[in-house]
């Protein structure tokens, strides 16, 4: 195999629950380390994926053609501006594959989503990271004049993972205006259902311009994780590039299914929000007496910017049964659970910090 590979990071997915309890001999253990929602499948969808069961030993619709309409109508889009894919972590791989040659630039700021940078080293591009700001956001300006005439594509993660920063719409405006037209910005909005600030542009309102391209995922607010699903809105000649090197058969039957029973739960979709919202103000308030710099968040959990202190942090935290995402060096993640997990969060911050 390629010899690069070796010093490649591997993603780090967020430690079982199962296992936790067992070693702490706990009935349970709360895991708060892969921004999930905590309230189960919507209503219908498991029924829809049973339902969809039946016809396993036939292809899925490669097409996706239902789903995508679902998607197209609820947007307001045209139909062939849409893709689906194996979780937006695959629709993001397939950009690159589809606007970078080996050497070409890809740009995104760093500290952001960890598989970023995985996915430019795995398709052959450059990354080129520009350093987060001071309050752990993007610096726009910054990536803007990072750009060079290898860069073909940028990665703007809107809200920031694991920051939980946004950019507003002032700053991308003036971002956006800067950035060549033959260069593919895509704004990441995995956290865009959490957003409460109005001040925070929906991405797809940008979506009109010839070189955006924006990625949703049904993983998050949708509670579809486990489903792997997500989508891109772009030009059409963008998602037809995504269609073209997507692996066939990519979003499952039952991944069609159970995204099309939930589409049709928004309001219940917007009531989970709602009640993540509320938590997010109460814990990074009550974390703030802890952690004097923990920024204020878009997103569905907070970044506790503890730097040589975060494992331990994590560490002390899994020992009372409570999985978070320490970042080695530079800080915390910690998801926006239910009431009780989050008491539990922050008793367990209070035995780590207080
Ligand atoms: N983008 C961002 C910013 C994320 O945080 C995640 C999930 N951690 C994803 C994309 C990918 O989500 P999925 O592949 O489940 O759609």
């Not at 919202?277 to 923990?294: I, Y």
Request: charged letters at 20%; one cysteine or more; hydrophobic letters at 45%.
């Amino acid at each position: 195999t390629r010899a690069d590979l070796d010093a490649l990071p591997n993603y780090v997915p967020g430690r079982s629950p199962a296992d936790l309890a067992r070693e702490l001999g706990l009935p349970q253990a709360i895991k708060l380390a892969s921004n999930e929602v905590p309230y189960g499948p919507l209503p219908g969808v498991v029924e829809a994926v049973a339902e969809a069961a039946a016809g396993v030993h036939r292809y899925p619709d490669m097409g996706v053609v239902a789903l995508r309409q679902a998607l197209a109508e609820r947007y307001g889009v045209d139909l062939d501006r849409v893709a689906t894919g194996c979780g937006s972590v695959a629709l993001a791989e397939h950009l690159v594959r589809a606007t970078c040659l080996p050497g070409d630039e890809l740009v995104y700021s760093w500290r952001s989503f960890e598989a970023y940078p995985i996915i430019a080293a795995t398709s052959g591009a450059t990354s080129v990271q520009v350093p987060n700001d001071a309050g752990h956001g993007h610096d726009l300006a910054a990536m803007a004049a990072a750009v060079t005439d290898r860069t073909r594509m940028i990665l703007v993660c809107n809200p920031n993972n694991p920051t939980g920063t946004a950019v507003r719409r002032a700053e991308l405006d003036r971002f956006l205006d800067a950035v060549p037209d033959d260069v593919l910005v895509v704004i990441d909005e995995a956290y865009r259902e959490f957003v409460t600030d109005p001040e925070v542009p929906d991405g797809l309102s940008y979506a009109d311009r010839p070189n955006v391209a924006v990625l949703r995922t049904l993983s998050k607010a949708w509670g579809l994780a486990g489903l792997r699903i997500g989508f891109l809105v772009a030009q059409p000649a963008v998602a037809a590039a995504v269609r073209k090197v997507v692996t066939p058969f990519s979003t499952s039957m039952a991944a069609q299914a159970g995204a099309l029973a939930a589409l049709a739960q928004a309001d219940e979709v917007h009531r989970r929000c709602a009640l993540v919202v509320a938590e997010r103000e109460r814990v990074s308030q009550a974390l703030g007496k802890l952690v004097p710099d923990v920024p204020a968040s878009q997103a569905n959990f907070l970044w506790l910017p503890l730097r040589d202190q975060a494992v331990e942090f994590g560490k002390v935290c899994e020992s009372r049964g409570v999985i978070v995402r320490p970042f080695a060096g530079d800080g915390v993640r910690v998801t926006i659970g239910t009431p009780a997990e989050n008491d539990a969060f922050l008793a367990a911050a209070e035995a780590a910090l207080g």
